[in-house]
């Protein structure tokens, strides 16, 4: 099946299914979406008006049966960070549109009514509805009103509350295989595709299949690609704890930013640890593997059931149990678990918005350990739209703001991840000169940092960090444009087979003869389009600094300071 692009005016509600055209062809997943936004998003136009574009791209192996390809890119002009964004996740719709033959969906203009609209895709037509019983709608409402009004298993992309009422940290949901959601979480796409008012989005492969140059060679570069996959230790680490292994391992390395980066370790760590869940898990019937969409043989995903042996919550990550643990000072595993599922529903950013509430806490809002409280805010002012709720939702840098307050882990106004910049040096250069705002995914220095992959740096240290993050800022462009899990990363810097049967992948699927240093040249343009279309959006090096208190408060116990020049950090971009 011929791949097109579809292309939806929310303006004058037309569509057309459209060729690829030819400088698109090599491009998937976040090197497409970037290419897109940069050719068609003038970079000074607001991200919720009509001149932004919502582009939606399943990778270049999305569809296919490799190994843990089943990530989708969502791309736009953010709200957040007013930077170019991608955000990718799991679930269903990057395969299902891949086997639609969907090489992007391009959503542009915006209704001139307040009319709400769905979309409804197969490989050869695109439906807009209007939409009014599931609007005001949580997101688990949509999923289990879609489940009997639309025939099949379509894949569905939706938005909450939040996305609803625009604010800068909504994200956009996937359903899962089994009717959990995934998120594509950071920088407030959810907004953008509030912004046209489309509430959701199905698509029907009608049963339509990816076509692969050379099928033998394809399933041979599979086995051995997933067989790197499962060797390796971190990665099967990550099948038996989740994500959320990492609480112990980075609150003993001192860079569990914690009361709102005042600290590296949090007191109650054990209690929020991997461990600690998966015992739990284990003892309430849930399930401690799980995959977000077929085909992933890591299964870092998870069931956490209530203390009833009901489900809670699923998809439990690291990043989310940091920021309403650690850092906002709550040890209490099954509070942070209602706050994923509410946060889930209402389509909000896990870790922008956990992060909001714990600049709140130092604001006053709330005292730093109250679980109970941010439970309530979270029903009561995000989900509702209150003054304070669309302060929290419209992120970190906004409360901060709101409140009057410097402490604020944000760059480009996104707030800072799980891993003090202070105590992980090479983690806040990746802050600092990502091309979207502060992103643990877009360079993880936690490999070589902390986990011995790929080399060996010493978290403290500049040497080395410039230079290493800048290797993982490309290798992760050239990754999240194949569809595949970033969780791969790991085989590929310590696995000499792993690398090469993904390029194997890409050839045989293709029938072309990719080298590893056209993938590094694929990583280092993606960069450079994101780069250029920041800069002409008005962003230059100043802005690629942390917070000043980064620079002159020691964080405990290392009390150690970001200590890069502004000069150095600068150097990041020479090549
Ligand atoms: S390893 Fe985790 S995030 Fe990656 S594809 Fe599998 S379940 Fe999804």
Redesign the pocket.
Known sequence: MAEKIFRINMSDLTTSIEDVPEGWAGHGGRGLTSTIVAAEVKPTCHPLGPNNKLVIAPGLLSGTVAA?S??LSIGAKSPLTGTIKESNA?GTAAQILARAGCKAIIIEGQPADDKWYSLSLTPDSITINEETDLIGKGNFNVIETLESRLEGKPAILTIGQAGEMKMSSANISIKDPDGNL?SSGRGGLGAVMGSKKIKFISVDSKDGKVAIANPEKFKEANRVFAKTLLDHPI?AG??QY??NVLVNIINEAGGLPTKNFTQGQFEGHESISGETMHDIIVERGGKPK????AG??????QIYNDANKEKLTA?FEYESIWAMGADCCVDDLDKIAEADKIMDDIGIDTIETSVAMAVAMEGGVLEFGDGAGILRILQEDVAKGTGLGRIIGNGAGSVGRAFGLTRVPVVKNQAIPAYDPRAIKGMGITYATSTQGADHTMGYAVTANILGVGGSIDPLTKEGQIELSRNLQVATAAIDSTGM???IAFAALDDEKCLPALIDLLNARFGIALTGDDVVALGQSILKTERAFNVAAGFTSADDKLPEFFYSEPLPPHNAVFDFTDEEIATFWDF
């Open positions: 843990n089943g990530r799991g995934r990665t990550l099948g989740g994500t799980h995959n977000c969409h992933c043989v890591i299964q870092c995903s998809g899990c970033l969780f």
